[in-house]
């Protein structure tokens, strides 16, 4: 029946059979199967979900983070190229106001001008000077451009319609990429203007956006609003070359857009250049190219497998060990329902002994009675014949009454000690009483018993049979811990006015600190390896009846030494009421 029981209670659903089907072998080890698949995914699935919203929140982050660095960067870099041309144009514009026309159409002057510029200003490779008719009247720099007709020319026109002009790259007469820097002085004697024009190579813009190089930086430029490069590019080509561009900003604005290349995407910003017809054209790694974003995935990724593993490990332990705990608790309940069933035995036994006692004394005393009354007959009749015969017959009959009687009163007392019964007792009787019982199997494992028992102790008062059975418990273990050849000393003696003690000290291996202090412990056994497992019940059962006694068991030991248990009861005090009904 308790089979039945543990198997339709213990059989784990994931197995698709029913316990019926199982051994119970078979039975614990598919419930461990499902108790790891059950932890397991208790474990992991929240670590999963919280580890995913940690993944794309990190994500968005670093996506927030490059859209914010594409566009710092793109102000940098205008910010760097603005100043660049706000310095030289400040430069001209110093120049332009300080000197004529004639002035600066003396080479000599304008060479020295030139070199003083050109110290403060890197990238500037030629000074000129335009007349009001588009003819360059002076010329300072590595290119033969003097006497040159600029009157055709968009910059030379775009000078003289504003106070300072800077010019896309184009190659002009010297086929050279390169821009102008063009500011234009009315001339007091025709009305007419005149031009002051720097030129700078589209080296110096490439340096310039160099500067904004970073880790996370693919590709910086400039373009015009034609589509024309202005500057070399890492993708695109050099400068002149074609480029299509999607979006393009308002002025003074800097949009910042997404964009794939391949199968990576990246973040390109664009931004206009004040007052220049240039674009600045930023591309930028996306989050997915980044190294940061890769570092975070690593160290994600490790750290989801160590938690894999480690939670995997402690669910595999975890789950073996619970269900190890529970077939040691159905193992416990089955020897529980077994000792039970046993003790229910005993006290059908033990009622049933009352019961045939009780029946069997009943006729006992008819036959005593019976016989009493013939040895009255006999005695009144001096001359019968077969008087002394009768007599000794009747003596026989009357020694076997006697004897019947005195096994019928064991079964009672059997019987009672069934049920808890307090009488005053003596300790060294109960000692001596359970010593009858083990002194054969002491001296057959040449175990000697040392008795130091004081006289006169004060009665306690307890119950005879379970005190047999307190002492009986701790003896008998002991000679179990001692096997073969050694010593038992057993000490009684008065502590002081109010107990009384028993010590009972063995040479066995002792106990180990870890195991000793769960002794008490209910199922707790030392036994496991013997021929005669122990129950785990004995001391358990010691200890209860003991504190139900009003005593106290105490348990010390060493390893390698030897087991004390000193066992305290309180002295009954003479002269109480319940000692009155007793003695009665």
Not at 97 to 126: A, C, M
Not at 529 to 556: A, D, P, R
Request: charged share 25%; hydrophobic share 40%; net charge neutral.
């Amino acid at each position: 029946m308790s089979e039945n029981r543990s198997s339709k209670r213990n059989c784990p659903i994931f197995c698709g059979l029913s316990g019926k089907d199982l051994s119970s072998q078979a039975r614990y080890r598919c419930m461990c199967n499902s108790l790891f698949i059950v932890m397991l995914a208790i474990t992991l699935i929240p670590l999963s979900i919280t580890s995913g919203l940690n993944f794309f929140q990190y994500q968005q982050l670093v996506r927030e983070d490059s859209r914010a660095n594409a566009r710092w960067n793109a102000e940098s870099a205008r910010a760097t190229i603005n100043a660049y041309l706000e310095k030289l144009e400040a430069a001209i514009t110093v120049v332009i106001d300080t000197y004529s026309f004639e002035d600066l159409s003396d080479p000599k002057k304008l060479e020295q001008i030139f070199r003083q510029l050109k110290k403060e200003h890197q990238g500037l490779v030629d000074l000129s000077i335009v007349g009001v008719d588009g003819i360059q009247t002076a010329y300072v720099g590595p290119y033969r451009l003097a006497g040159k007709d600029y009157s055709d020319s968009l910059w030379f026109h775009k000078a003289l319609a504003r106070r300072m002009y800077v010019s896309e790259v184009f190659t002009g007469f010297r086929n050279v990429p390169h821009f102008v820097v063009a500011a234009s002085k009315k001339d007091p004697s025709s009305d007419r203007y005149w031009v002051i024009r720097a030129s700078i190579d589209t080296e110096t813009l490439d340096r310039f956006l160099a500067l904004a190089d970073t880790e996370a930086l693919e590709d910086i430029f400039l373009i015009n609003d034609s589509g024309i490069l202005q500057s070399g590019s890492r993708y695109h080509g050099d400068a002149m070359e074609s480029f299509q561009l999607t979006r393009k900003p308002k002025q003074n604005d800097i949009v910042i857009f997404e964009e794939m290349r391949g199968n990576s995407s990246f973040y390109r910003a664009v931004s206009r250049i004040p007052n220049t017809p240039w674009l600045l054209v930023l591309d930028q790694q996306g989050a997915e190219a980044r190294k940061i974003w890769h570092i975070f995935k690593g160290r994600l990724q490790l750290t989801l497998g160590l938690c894999f593993l480690a939670s995997g490990g402690m669910v595999f332990w975890l789950s073996r060990f619970l269900a190890g705990k529970f077939r040691e608790a159905d193992e416990t309940r089955d020897s529980i329902l077994s000792e039970t069933e046993h003790s229910n035995k005993l006290a059908s036994i033990g009622r049933l002994a009352a019961g045939v006692a009780h029946e069997i004394n009943n006729p006992l005393a008819i036959i005593a009675e019976k016989a009493g009354l013939m040895q009255d007959l006999i005695g009144l009749e001096q001359d019968f014949r077969h008087r002394a015969k009768f007599l000794d017959q009747l003596a026989s009959l009357q020694n076997a009454v006697v004897r019947a009687r005195t096994i019928t009163h064991r079964l009672l007392g059997f019987a009672r000690r069934m049920e808890t019964s307090l009488t005053l007792v003596q300790l060294n009787a109960i000692v001596t009483e359970v010593l009858s019982f083990l002194e054969k199997d002491a001296a057959y494992r040449n175990i000697h018993i040392l008795l130091q028992l004081q006289e006169n102790l004060p009665v306690i008062r307890a119950d005879h049979g379970q005190l047999q059975q307190v002492f009986l418990n701790v003896i008998n273990n002991a000679i179990d811990a001692i096997r073969s050849d050694g010593e038992i000393h057993i000490t009684s003696r008065r502590e002081n006015q109010k107990t009384v003690m028993v010590a009972i000290s063995d040479t066995g291996p002792g106990i180990a600190p870890d195991v000793l202090k769960h002794i008490f412990d209910p199922f707790f056994t030392t036994k496991g390896n013997e021929e005669k497992k122990g129950t785990g019940l004995g001391l358990s059962i010691t200890y209860g009846i003991v504190q139900k006694m009003g005593g106290k068991i105490e348990v010390s030991s060493e390893v390698g030494v030897g087991t004390t248990f000193i066992i305290t009861f309180p002295v009954y005090k003479e002269g109480s009421e319940e000692e009155s009904n007793d003695r009665a």
